[in-house]
């Protein structure tokens, strides 16, 4: 099923993996504080670059392991927007 080498394919699941990872981080986040094992709390550009990191394992599975050239670069792509996006206007996003 994960076995394609478009470059469509690479841009969603460069923008699943983020999406989904976000979630979970921000309910395991939540759940942290509301058991209250500490009394920190990660700011909303935390949990964004964190999750950017996610998009480094299929990089890798499709480069790598695979040789799909198309999809890791749909993938690269996503991530490389992600971030551009997130540093250009991390004023105007994460207040």
Do not use: C, W
């Amino acid at each position: 099923m994960f076995k394609k080498d478009h470059y469509l394919f690479g841009l969603a699941i460069g923008i699943l993996v983020p999406v989904l990872l976000f979630g979970i981080i921000y309910l395991i986040n939540f759940l942290i504080l509301q058991t209250g094992i500490t009394k920190t709390n990660l700011d909303l550009q935390s949990h964004v670059l964190i999750s950017l990191f996610g998009n480094l394992f299929p990089i890798r599975y499709y480069f790598v392991n695979l040789k799909f050239e198309k999809t890791g670069r749909g993938v690269l792509l996503v991530t490389f927007a992600f971030v551009l996006v997130s540093f250009a206007f991390k004023d105007i996003l994460f207040q």
